[in-house]
């Protein structure tokens, strides 16, 4: 355990993990003057209005103050966020849909997307590496998808720059069970006793490596299960443990809270908050969730993503929706941040040593250059392959 006075920090064990602690930690209630952007306070959540919000993002100085807004809640806070109209277009949501739904069908056939973290094979349907199959499915309606400011600007707020996106498509249809509390990658993703051999210090860090989101893809009433949320449970120190703890999760089915989301909104928390998808008791909705995992550019992503495929496929759609006004400033530094690798390491610094700085160009630096100077496909390709080479050299 953690002893503060003395300032030692040694190791996490599940038998000292203090419910009365976890309780006091989970009974507070979020303030409206913590959250001074946020359009109202539901069950302990801040809700934000992106429509009212998102010319805020335009500005250096107000996307700045919101930023660390979100990113105070996400980390002192309640833990989670919830940005109402994330997706002004619903319709890029349908888009998307209609490719999902095609992988599913595809996939059942093949019997590939089995296996799921939580759920017994067939309970729901599940995409992996849902971002690379539906850039190159659909390279333009994933421009447009992820040439979305409110999500760049969610993941931005909790990892800085150069962050990675990942993202698993679920399903789950009616009569889906709940999943059990838990806690997110990385150490969430651990045995209990594996996340014991790690130093409470390394628990403490884990979180800030990556953001947990959830874009709804259809309403999403209670009843047909969005996810279960227990505020301010990121705070608990030894939770990586506690999870695994029946008193802890126990109390957690007695005090989660749970949020109705509409069509085209968004979910972002802390992957240390104790959480869980609910159960599906409506008749006839199948729920359908794009679960984006954003790693930070120091951390290990979970999913292996072929960055420079999505990058090629991509770049004609980039230049066309940017010579016609569909995609501009911010919203293309979004798309590209959700293709391209945005951090130019490791690299072998013999054969890519940094010119200019102290890092030389990424994938993403190139993506955006060939965009804003109206590259050739080729032109791109032929850059990607040297930098490949010399990082591998």
């Keep these: 355990m953690v002893n503060q006075e003395l300032g030692f920090v040694g190791y996490f064990d599940r038998e000292s993990c203090d419910l009365d602690e976890f309780k006091v930690l989970t009974s507070q209630n979020l303030l409206a003057e913590d959250v001074p952007h946020a359009a109202a306070i539901e069950k302990n959540v801040p809700i934000y209005d992106m429509h009212a919000l998102r010319p805020a993002l335009e500005d250096t100085g107000r996307r700045k103050a919101l930023l660390a807004e979100w990113g105070h809640v996400l980390n002192n806070l309640a833990g989670v966020i919830v940005l109402k109209t ?39 349907d599940r995409i992996w590496n849902a971002l690379q199959k539906q850039c190159l499915r659909d390279p333009e309606g994933f421009a447009l998808y992820f040439g979305n400011t409110a999500v760049a600007a969610a993941c931005e707020a909790w990892l800085g720059p150069n962050y990675q996106v990942t993202a698993q498509i679920n399903q789950v249809r009616p009569g889906g069970q709940a999943q059990q509390a838990h806690r997110d990658y990385h150490l969430g993703f651990q045995s209990a006793d594996s996340a014991a051999r790690y130093p409470a210090h390394a628990h403490l860090v884990t979180a800030s490596l990556t953001l947990q989101g959830a874009v709804a893809h ?99 759609s980039l230049v066309a929706l940017k010579q016609r006004g569909a995609l501009v400033g911010t919203e293309l530094d979004a798309a590209i941040a959700a293709t391209a690798e945005g951090y130019p390491f490791p690299t072998n610094l013999d054969t890519d040593p940094p010119v200019g700085g102290n890092a030389p160009a990424s994938q993403a630096d190139i993506l955006r250059r060939a965009v804003s100077e109206g590259w050739t496909e080729a032109q791109l390709a032929e850059t990607f392959s040297a930098l490949q080479s010399r990082q591998a050299a």
């Design 86 to 124: 994330a997706f002004a277009e619903t319709s890029v949501i349908d888009r998307a849909t209609d490719v999902f739904r095609r992988i599913i069908d595809e996939e059942r056939i093949s019997s590939a997307g089995e296996g799921d973290h939580f759920a017994a094979s067939g309970a729901n």
């Design 218 to 316: 259809c309403d999403m009433p209670v009843e047909s299960g969005p996810t279960k949320l227990l505020p301010f449970s990121q705070l608990y120190p030894p939770g990586y443990l506690a999870f695994h703890n029946e008193d802890h999760r126990a109390f957690f089915e007695d005090s989660y809270i749970q949020l109705a989301l509409d069509k085209g909104d968004a979910v972002f928390f802390n992957p240390a908050l104790f959480h869980a998808a609910g159960e599906n008791c409506s008749a006839d909705i199948d729920r359908m969730a794009n679960l984006l995992q954003i790693s930070s550019a120091f951390g290990r992503a979970m999913e292996a993503v072929d960055r420079r495929s999505m990058s090629e496929a991509v770049f004609p």
